[in-house]
T-cell receptor, first 116, second 117 residues
């Protein structure tokens, strides 16, 4: 079974600075997808960024980028130019690319605090 | 595209009562998922539907839990004889279906927060 680990329960960042969230996963599969989701307080979970394992190029979405290291099974998220609205729980998630793979396996989350 | 909706948003019940939650997915999405999220944890998969067929159930889904998606549109999740350990946020998500990360991206609803007294 796949597992996803987020080793940082909480990270604090100054507004306009950069913060990097760590995620490692364990799988025996070669083809899969990785995601970062953001869950603001009392609000619904939204997709931040996704990465296909077969792509070597790291995904970027505006101020959000990932560092995908397949061999190391590492998938970190970098938030640049942090804004107050970035304060939230961030979850790393894994999904198999097999035809039977559908469920997301989530890590325990990292709380991001943004200081003005 | 109005997003995934869930009702009710909050439910308080007494131990032993039955509760039912509803999820309305994004209209063109044929896959629907249920997850449970306890305080301070990441969501855990419960079950998923492809159209009206329930294709996978987690071991977390005890026999007190039942989910349906009768016409391949909305879904209900029922918990019978609730226990205090059932207190959690129940999240619903939907996706288009097979075809890579973009088509299979799951979009989440706001969740139903259940409190069992």
């Amino acid at each position: 079974a796949q597992t996803v680990t987020q080793s940082q329960p909480e990270m604090s960042v100054q507004e306009a600075e950069t913060v990097t969230l760590s995620c490692t996963y364990d799988t025996s599969e070669s083809d899969y997808y990785l995601f970062w989701y953001k869950q603001p307080p009392s609000r619904q979970m939204i997709l931040v960024i996704r990465q296909e394992a077969y792509k070597q190029q790291n995904a970027t979405e505006n101020r959000f980028s990932v560092n995908f290291q397949k061999a190391a099974k590492s998938f970190s998220l970098k938030i640049s130019d942090s804004q107050l609205g970035d304060a939230a729980m961030y979850f790393c998630a894994y999904r198999s690319a097999s035809s039977a793979g559908n469920k997301l396996t989530f890590g325990g989350g990292t709380r991001v605090l943004v200081k003005p | 595209d109005t997003g995934v909706s869930q009702n009710p948003r909050h439910k308080i019940t007494k131990r032993g009562q039955n509760v039912t939650f509803r999820c309305d997915p994004i209209s063109e999405h044929n896959r629907l998922y249920w997850y449970r999220q306890t305080l301070g944890q990441g969501p855990e998969f419960l079950t998923y539907f492809q159209n009206e067929a329930q294709l996978e159930k987690s071991r977390l889904l005890s026999d007190r839990f039942s989910a349906e998606r009768p016409k391949g549109s909305f879904s209900t999740l029922e918990i019978q004889r609730t226990e205090q350990g059932d207190s959690a946020m129940y999240l619903c998500a939907s996706s288009l279906g097979v075809g890579g990360a973009t088509r299979n991206t799951q979009y989440f609803g706001p969740g139903t927060r259940l409190t069992v007294l």
